[in-house]
Each structure stands twice: as C-alpha cells, then as structure tokens.
C-alpha cells in the first residue's frame, strides 16, 4: 500500500524544502507556519522564524490561528514591534524567505489580495494587503502558495510586487537587486520564474497530475521546463510531524469548517452530530 | 496637545466612552488580533456613536460589527480577515457595496508608519519605496494625496515614497495591567500598540487587573503607554473576549465562530449584536449571560496556565548621600561639619 496524504500535506512538504538552514524566515498563518516548523524539526534546525507581529524566534506548538496568537508567543526570542520587522529587520535585508498565500497572481508573480472584480464595483473584498506587499517586495526570496486562488492575464487589483513587468522593472521600481518570488506551489504543480525574462514557467507537477491539466488552468502560453520536476511525496516523517502539529493544515479549509461547527454545537449546544 | 495629569482615572466603560468619544472623530485600535479592546469597542457601540472614523491595521470580528451597527462611516485599514473564504459575503463587503463606509488601503507597515510619524510629531516618515507600483499606492480612497507622495531623499537625490503622519482624535487598547494613573503595562505580540497609542490625542485604557503605581515602578519596561497620554482607565476582567490576553486567557475559537457564522446574513448578525452587546449593559454581563448561556466550565477552558517571565531586578546599593548616621561617605563630612565648610567658603547669601 502505497503512503495516503492529502493535498495540504504535499503542498506544506514541498513548500518545507524551500527553507534553507540557518535562514531568517518570515511566516504568516495556514501553510506558510506548517511549512515553516516542518523545515526546522527536519533539514532546518538553525533556522529563525518571525511574524510581522513583532515575534521573532518564536517555536510554535501548533498552527497558529494568527499571526501573534498563544502558540507564537509561549516562548520566543525578541519581542518588537511590527514597525521593526519591517524596517530594522526586512529593509536591513535579513529576512531570507518569506511564505505568501495567493488570491490572484500574473504571469509576472504579481498578487492580489485585495479585490475580485473591478474595485469600484467589486465582487468581493478579499482580506486586503497586510504585510504582503513589503514582504514580498523586501526579501531575498518569496515562496508563494495558492490554493482556491486564480491565474489571470490582468490583477482585478494590484497588491503585491512580484517581478512587476519582468526583466528588471522590478529592481527599476526601487525593490533590492536579486530579489523575488523564487516559487509557486499550487495543487497541481510547481512554478518559477526565467532567470532573464522573470516570466512564470511550469516547472514541476504533482504526482498524478497531467501537464494540460495545469495549463488549462492558465489564461496564457506558459512554457514548460524540459527537465519537469515530479513533486517528491511526503515521507512518514513528514507526514508524523504535520498530523501532530498541524492537523488543521492536513484537514485543509473546507473540513476544518465542517469541524469547528461540529465543535459549537457540542460546545455551545450540546449537541452532537456524530462526525 | 491635552495632558491627563490626575492621579486617578478610574472609571466604568460606560463614562469613558460618553465623556471622551464625540460623534465625528477618528480613532486606532490600539491593538490589532492580539488583547482586542472589545469590551471598549462594545460600548461605543453601546452608546451608539455615529460617523467614526477607524484606523485598523488587521481586524478580525470588530471592523464587521462596528459597521454592522452603523458607527463608523470611514476607515484606514490594511487587512480585514475573511472567516468564509471567497464563498460568504462580509458585512464590509455589505457595508462597501451600500455606500455605507468608504474605505482607504494602506499596507501594514505604511499604516503603521501613519501613526509612528504622528506619534513622532513628524510631518511624514519614509517607508520601503518599492510598494509604489502598486494599486495600494496608486489608487486613492477618501483620504486622497493625504497618505502618500514622493519626496527627492536630500542626501542622495533617489526618490522617496513617504506616508504623512496622523493623529487620531483617540485610541482604545486593552492591557493586563494599569495603575489607576493610567500607566498601561502591555506584553505579548506588541503589534501596532506603542504607535497606534502614542499617536492618538488621547487614550482609553481597560486592564484585566488595575494594580498599585509600585508594581509599574518594579517594571517599568512593561509600561508601553505613560499616564500623561491617558484620559481614562477601565478595570475589566475578560475585557478582549473572545481574543486572547497573555497570562489570563486563550482566544475563544467556537464563540468567535457564532459571529462570522451570522455575520454573513445581516438579520442573523443583527441578533448576534443585540444579544452580546446591547442587551447587556457591560462586560461584567456578558461575561454572566456567557456562563448562563454555556455554562462556567465552558468559559475557564480558556484560563491561561502560567508561563512567568523571569523578573528584571532594578537593584543597585541605593545608598543616599547622607547614611543613617547622617555621615557621607562621598563628601567625607558629616550635616554639620558640611554647613561649617559652606560658612567657611562664604558662599551662604545672608537672608537679611
């Protein structure tokens, strides 16, 4: 019998070997902070793990519902504020990788997380820029992950630089040498950007998953990379680690409702649905 | 800019909000996600104060119901979380759609700079120039070319985005602890409250624990609002329910799950506001209807288990310059022998 996972697992597995050891990271809610731990109980022990909340070091005992709740802040190294994250600590340049969650992205790697629809009439308001944009614009590397979101020719809204307009528009617009979405993982495949041009290509697939698959999912010709990486399967250990600290992540949004209403019925209701 | 001087501020929510909130003004969450001032934001709710205008960094259930009762009618704000996803609609989105609030976006760093530069007494403070390309800076809200500009950096010609600096009428926040002065002690995710405070005129506190002026002088590091800033202090115990407050209790997941639940369908929300804030008339019976509601059990499921800070020992010899024996060992000379040498000197002015 072949190892059962789910698609947050994988996701959280991959997004994990983007974290290199001994590197300042900065980590959001969801995915981002499963990834995150996942790294440094695994290959990255030394690494250091912040939040804009003005939390640095911290070691967190299970997915945080946000950014500065109690299992970030049992235990945590340097207590700021979120002006010094942004300026003494992501403009100072020691902020390695920073884990983004995608609404809307652009061939480019811009986001938006602001808008669906046009602005003046929209659909809905997502959550609204937050830290994104500095993050994104600020450090070393940004790894982007997108589940529910949507590839688009045009951003309804503008939030988050990625590459802006490919080549080095990015670095014209005032944002540091070098600096960038480095990768996208999505539920079907993994993506990055040319070296010159800064444009997307595919770069990777899920197991089980068809290259026309992920490209009709793109409003553009995207290229393929010759050499396309298939996404390494959580092992045991992965999978161990996840379930225990992060079963909310395993159980992926949709369950995680069905559970927490589950949860105030009983709670609050005495009641019990049986599932 | 006005001081609070006295030495007790001590009051009910209820006399604070009425005494220095006036309809029309603008305010900051002096708090943001963590140690909410919901008991605070409650009781402008209460009151029913109209067309506020709200500086937010990132809210969760407070933007919502502060729309959803109609107070405010403009607001800064750089996050407002979605409990639904895409798939429900949200009372700002509702609020928005109506013409009911406009709004302006700001990032969290660039929001916060508002204040910091405010706080500062600064005109405008420099912020990470690269968000210029994007529509956060690109397109304007209600506060127009109020927020951002380019300036030329005088030292080295580059241009420079800048954000201009605010002063909100007042700012609520909620603490673990304040002397009845208004010295507010804050730890935890310290977040936007050093600025978000310091740049209002004036600061409304509520503390789970009201403590005497020689507990902040035993730690005065923990002090992230000093009195002068503060016009009025409110003891109240559960005073961010259902956010959490380090060292007393954890957020309340389920309970904040009744309001998003209701909050997408605007009679079910309305329902929500009239049972857990108008029709009781403070915290203290809100906390009482949740214990009869759910039971007390289900309340101190969320009691903080202790996780103390080591103390910070401010000690020294604390040696005055007279012993008790009235000798001083840095003059070497006792009171007497010290007003001979100044008889002796002649430096003594002579009274008469």
């Given amino acids: ?275 | 800019m006005d001081k609070f001087m006295d030495s007790d501020k001590l009051m009910s929510a209820s006399e604070a909000i009425s005494r220095f909130v006036k309809d029309g003004d603008s305010f900051v969450f002096a708090n943001c996600l963590y140690c909410m001032p919901l008991a605070l934001a409650h009781e402008i709710i209460r009151q029913k104060k109209k067309n506020l205008m709200v500086f937010q960094q990132g809210g969760i259930e407070e933007i919502d119901q502060l729309l959803e009762s109609g107070v405010i009618n403009r607001m800064v704000v750089a996050y407002n979380f979605r409990a639904g996803g895409k798939r429900l609609i949200t009372p700002l989105d509702r609020a928005l759609r109506q013409g009911r609030v406009v709004i302006e976006e700001m990032t969290n760093h660039t929001l916060l700079s508002m204040m910091k530069a405010g706080a500062m007494g600064y005109p405008f403070i420099p912020v990470l120039s690269g968000i210029r390309v994007t529509d956060v800076v690109k397109r304007k809200g209600f506060l127009g070319d109020q927020r951002f500009a380019e300036i030329k950096d005088p030292f080295t010609g580059k241009d420079v985005l800048v954000v201009k600096g605010y002063n909100p009428d007042f700012a609520i926040m909620h603490v673990q602890r304040a002397d009845r002065a208004g010295n507010a002690q804050l730890w935890g995710a310290m977040i936007n409250s050093k600025w978000a405070a310091l740049a209002a005129k004036k600061v409304i506190v509520s503390a789970e624990q009201i403590v005497d002026t020689e507990v902040v002088m035993s730690s005065p590091h923990l002090t992230v609002v000093p009195a002068h800033k503060v016009c009025a202090v409110v003891e109240c115990p559960w005073g961010a329910h259902p956010s959490e407050v380090a060292g007393h209790y954890d957020y309340d997941l389920p309970f904040r799950a009744l309001f998003f639940g209701s909050a997408s369908n605007e009679e079910a929300s309305k329902a929500w506001l009239d049972e857990w804030v108008y029709n009781v008339a403070d915290r203290q019976e809100y906390i009482e209807h949740y214990v009869e509601r759910f039971g007390r059990d289900t309340l101190l499921r969320l009691k903080a288990k202790p996780f103390p800070s080591v103390p910070a020992d401010y000690g020294f010899t604390f040696k005055s310059v007279w012993d008790e024996k009235g000798y001083s060992e840095d003059l070497g000379m006792d009171m007497k022998g010290f007003l001979k040498m100044l008889e002796d000197k002649g430096v003594l002015l002579d009274g008469d």
Wanted: proline fraction near 5%; aromatic fraction near 8%; hydrophobic fraction near 40%.
């Fill in chain 1, 1 to 275: 019998m072949g190892i059962k996972y789910t698609i947050d697992e994988l996701i959280v597995s991959r997004a994990s070997k983007e974290i290199k050891d001994r590197e300042m990271v900065v980590i959001g809610q969801g995915i981002a902070m499963a990834a995150g731990v996942l790294a440094k109980k695994t290959h990255a022990p030394n690494s250091v793990i912040l939040t804009e909340a003005g939390l640095l070091g911290i070691e967190p005992f299970k997915v945080p519902l946000h950014i500065a709740d109690p299992s970030c802040t049992r235990g945590f190294t340097y207590s700021c504020d979120m002006i010094d994250i942004f300026t003494t600590v992501v403009n100072r340049g020691y902020a390695d990788v920073a884990f983004l969650g995608v609404g809307q992205i652009d061939r480019y790697g811009n986001m938006n997380s602001s808008y669906i629809g046009n602005p003046e009439n929209f659909e809905i308001r997502l959550t609204g820029a937050g830290g994104a944009p500095e993050f994104a614009g600020y450090s070393k590397r940004s790894v982007l992950t997108m589940k529910g979101g949507e590839f688009v020719e045009k951003l309804d809204y503008f939030t988050t630089p990625g590459y802006v307009n490919g080549g080095d528009t990015r670095f014209e617009s005032g944002m540091p040498e070098g600096s960038g979405p480095s990768v996208l993982i999505t539920t079907k495949g993994v993506f990055k950007f040319h070296e010159e041009t800064k444009e997307m290509y595919l770069a990777g697939v899920h197991p089980g998953v068809k290259i026309d698959d992920v490209l009709s999912d793109i409003p553009w010709d995207m290229e393929v990379a010759d050499n396309l990486e298939t996404t390494p399967l959580p092992t045991e250990e992965e999978l161990s680690i996840i379930r225990n600290f992060a079963p909310d992540i395993t159980m992926g949004r949709k369950l995680v409702m069905e559970v927490l209403i589950n949860q105030v019925m009983r709670l609050f209701y005495g009641q019990d649905n049986g599932s």
